[in-house]
């Protein structure tokens, strides 16, 4: 199979269908041009095929002959050759991963740039100051990206050249001065590398192919992939494209546009162009840059057939599409798209806009497939709860949602104050690759330069994290910056909106954002797809949670944890009487106490879920969690004293004190132990459901027995609810539903799971628990420094205590659901832990035949729209 194949090959199925193999970047430049027919410049794809072989063992055999063959290909179609000195072919090689990672790996422009042919570049142009100025880029562009030096070495001498001439313009300067920068430039890559710059045309393609292959593993494009949970073997492939220049003169520019406006999903062009520049010098924002609409004014001609190509584009990829053009002395060319990232805001309008698209449209269930779990979470966004006090200045609103947060300058600082706890609004120039790991630890990110496509923008946006950038008004200075008459240091809070682009002193409050009305039809829409296949809980444990789960569409609540109601305030007390109690009388009292509390809790949740399933899990922790700090009470003994009571809770704490408390005396087992605890809980429960059936209400009740690993102490225990049921129901003339089941949350219990469900109505998964049996991890102390190494290092392809483990945990889910099934058909079985509320574990779930899932109640509705989508998916 070839590693390498030109943009306009003829594929037997549409290369926008290839991303696996030409990378994203390549699929759309080959169907652009293979396809559509569009003004494309001519170039070819070395394969993830290539990239993956290179990781393995090195520059894979025939890629060099098969390179050779499509330069000789694009020279003849050039009309040019690559380095010739008389009239030179200049070539891009950029990265293309499967998955649009922005930023993240590398580019090297203006290739095949040497000292001859910087001089034919000149005469064929009759521009010196043109063809030194695309020398001067490529020589340190090529020193930073493949010989890896450092970019100060190379801004230091073009500031001071720019300050020397008197110019502040990039564009403003001279072609001796340029030409006098290609000579230091060259000069820094001896010094440092103690090799020339490389003048043969070959050499310099390898090794830029090479350095893009390295990128794929490079720092930023590890984060990234942690971050957006892409796999790690993928490879990237490597595009080379004839070059089209931007920097050519007035008749020529650059520029980045979508479609649709990716912030708010209005119709109509967006985004930015630069006259007289080259693509990195719009999104890297070291220029401000001007309005796509203000290309109407300035090239009318070319402004019409763009908008001719949105079009086309869009109907043909059913999308909003991001587009990059350059103008080459009025010529335009679509050097490259793709479907577009997006706010939340306007991923919800553009799928309800398209079902309604003249011309085309998408259906309902591709609607709800095209809205992501982060698109829900960003229109859920926090947004200032009054004007603020003090308003600094502004900057163009990038990303939506206001975030608050003290002044860091650095990435590495924002990374550190974070680990601190501490929130952190990331203050930058402008902000670039190496930026991200700060930038995914900042709240929010603040630039003084670039457009609303810079890097900062971009990654913002596809993060929901609010962004303001461009505020030209904020001047950087140290540790500090100025705008208007104000210098707010490092360490001091600030707010900013993204939504507006405000930018205020001090910490202004927050509220939870309103969800557009496409939010409610889009949820809807997905709704009528899982209807029967898989149903969507919360984890609730209180009524005001349950209310608001019920608001954000939840169908009960698949976790009530008990335990939480006896760490209030007023609880705690009785809860420690309970435990110090020295006879049985003393213990019942305490527990009576408790029955009537935990009674009126019962009674607000299932009010709030009326019709609905609850599920309440009894107490599960072990009791030493209700007990105060052994080394506390220790250190007060020996320093001040203890009161009686304190000595008594000291003996209790340390009396059950338990070396791995997690395996210890806790769930089903604590109840053997003490068996009036769980009858206590059983005997509440059902006393509020008898009481919201004498009010009219419908209340549905599962009883759920955590930590059973035997059908002996399911048994056991169901017999202790199954007797107070019968004390409690007894002369009811309309008893309530109540079933009984269990967590299954042990190996054992997985692949016992036959034995188990002839006692059981219905199983739930604790998977946090079942992932830590299974891995043998501790979530409290691996999900540091241990858990970010195994998933840079690729040890491990997820964190499993965010998506589920397929290979193992998933095996055991499936197991249990087979097994339980084989005894009790009709049994329920659904999922409660973290994992519930993950979209590609609950594609998982659905595929392993759960009925439903449930999560927090503010992940309701992501449960909703992936439960759809993974019915979508799977039929």
């Given amino acids: 199979m070839p590693l390498v194949y030109s943009f306009d090959h003829k594929h037997r199925r549409p290369p926008m269908e290839m991303k696996d193999l030409l990378g994203g970047k390549g699929a759309n430049l080959a169907e652009m041009t293979s396809v559509l027919g569009l003004p494309v410049p001519p170039g070819f794809t070395i394969t993830t095929d290539a990239c993956r072989a290179h990781m393995q063992g090195g520059w894979p055999e025939g890629l060099t002959d098969e390179v050779a063959k499509q330069v000789r290909r694009l020279e003849k179609a050039m009309g040019k050759r690559l380095g010739d000195a008389a009239d030179p072919l200049l070539v891009s090689v950029r990265s293309g991963a499967k998955f649009s990672m922005p930023g993240m790996m590398d580019t090297v422009l203006n290739l095949g740039l040497n000292d001859s042919s910087v001089k034919g570049l000149a005469d064929q142009t009759s521009d010196d100051r043109f063809a030194y100025d695309s020398y001067r880029r490529f020589i340190s562009m090529y020193g930073r990206i493949v010989l890896g030096l450092e970019g100060d070495l190379f801004e230091e001498p073009f500031e001071r050249a720019k300050q020397q001439s008197g110019v502040s313009s990039d564009a403003d300067l001279a072609a001796g001065a340029l030409q006098e920068l290609c000579e230091e430039y060259k000069r820094i890559v001896e010094r440092e590398t103690r090799r020339p710059f490389p003048q043969e045309p070959g050499d310099q393609l390898r090794g830029a192919i090479e350095a893009v292959f390295r990128s794929w593993n490079g720092a930023r494009a590890v984060a990234y992939r942690v971050r957006e949970r892409i796999p790690h073997d993928l490879g990237t492939a490597v595009n080379v494209q004839a070059m089209v220049f931007g920097n050519r003169d007035d008749r020529s520019g650059t520029g980045v546009g979508f479609t649709r406006d990716p912030a708010t999903g209005t119709q109509g062009e967006y985004g930015d162009f630069l006259i007289n520049a080259q693509g990195e010098d719009v999104v890297a924002g070291i220029r401000n840059t001007l309005p796509l609409s203000a290309l109407k004014e300035r090239f009318p001609d070319i402004f019409k057939e763009l908008m001719g190509i949105f079009g086309r584009l869009e109907a043909h990829y059913r999308d909003m599409c991001d587009t990059e053009f350059t103008i080459e002395q009025g010529k335009l060319w679509m050097l490259q798209t793709r479907v577009g990232k997006r706010t939340g805001r306007a991923a919800l309008k553009m799928a309800v806009d398209m079902t309604k698209q003249r011309g085309w449209k998408i259906s309902q269930e591709e609607a709800v497939s095209r809205v992501a779990a982060d698109h829900l979470d960003q229109v859920l966004h926090p947004q200032f709860a009054e004007p603020p006090r003090q308003l600094l200045g502004k900057g163009l609103a990038a990303s939506p949602g206001a975030a608050v947060g003290q002044v860091v300058f650095t990435a590495d600082a924002a990374e550190e104050a974070a680990n601190r706890g501490e929130r952190v609004i990331l203050v930058r120039n402008e902000t670039s690759p190496e930026d991200v790991h700060g930038m995914i630890a900042a709240q929010g990110i603040l630039t003084t330069r670039g457009g609303l496509v810079s890097h900062a923008a971009v990654v913002a946006r596809g993060w929901g994290k609010p962004a303001v950038v461009g505020a030209e008004s904020v001047r950087i200075s140290g540790r500090s910056f100025t705008v208007g008459g104000s210098t707010v240091h490092e360490g001091e809070y600030i707010s900013i909106d993204g939504s507006t682009g405000h930018i ?311 197991e249990a659901v087979g097994r339980g099934r084989s005894t009790n058909p009709t049994i329920k079985l659904g999922v409660c832990g973290e994992h519930g509320g993950d979209p590609e574990s609950i594609d998982f779930f659905y595929t392993a035949g759960l009925d439903y899932v449930s999560c927090s109640p503010f992940r309701v509705p992501i449960a909703r729209l992936a439960a759809a989508q993974a019915v979508i998916n799977h039929g």
């Fill in 504 to 814: 205020a002193l001090g910490e202004v409050p927050l509220k939870d954002a309103s969800p557009p009305d496409e939010f409610h039809v889009v949820l809807k829409w997905a709704d009528k797809i899982r209807k029967g296949r898989l149903a969507v809980r919360a984890n609730a444990d209180n009524g005001p949670d349950a209310a608001k789960a019920r608001e954000f569409g939840a169908e009960g609540i698949g976790l009530c944890r008990t335990e939480h109601m006896f760490l209030a305030e007023d609880r705690l007390p009785i809860v420690r009487r309970m435990i110090l109690a020295s006879s049985a009388d003393e213990e019942k009292s305490a527990l009576e106490e408790l029955r009537e509390a935990q009674k009126q809790d019962f009674v607000s949740i299932l009010e709030a879920m009326d019709g609905l399933p609850v599920t309440v899990r009894l107490l599960d922790p072990p009791l030493h969690e209700f007990l105060p700090s052994i080394e506390e009470l220790e250190i007060k003994e020996a320093t001040t004293g203890l009161s009686g009571e304190e000595k008594e809770l000291l003996a209790a704490a340390r009396e059950w004190e338990e070396f791995n408390p997690m395996l210890g005396t806790r769930g089903v087992r604590l109840g053997v132990i003490k068996p009036g605890l769980y009858g206590m809980q059983v005997r509440a429960l059902l006393e509020a459901a008898a009481e919201r059936v004498a009010a009219g209400g419908k209340p549905k009740v599962e009883v759920m027995i955590p930590l059973t690993v035997t059908r002996e102490e399911l048994g056991l225990a169901r017999s202790w609810v199954v007797q107070a049921i019968d004390e409690e129901t007894q002369g009811l003339r309309k008893k309530p539903e109540v079933l009984i089941g269990t967590m299954v949350e042990t190996p054992r219990a997985a692949v016992r799971a036959d034995e188990l469900a002839a006692e059981a109505d219905f199983f739930s998964f604790g998977t946090n628990d079942l992932t830590q049996m299974t891995f043998g991890f501790s979530r409290d102390d691996v999900e540091g420094r241990m858990m970010s190494t195994y998933l840079e290092l690729g040890l491990l392809k997820r964190n499993p205590f965010e998506t589920i483990d397929q290979s193992g945990v998933g095996e055991l889910v499936k």
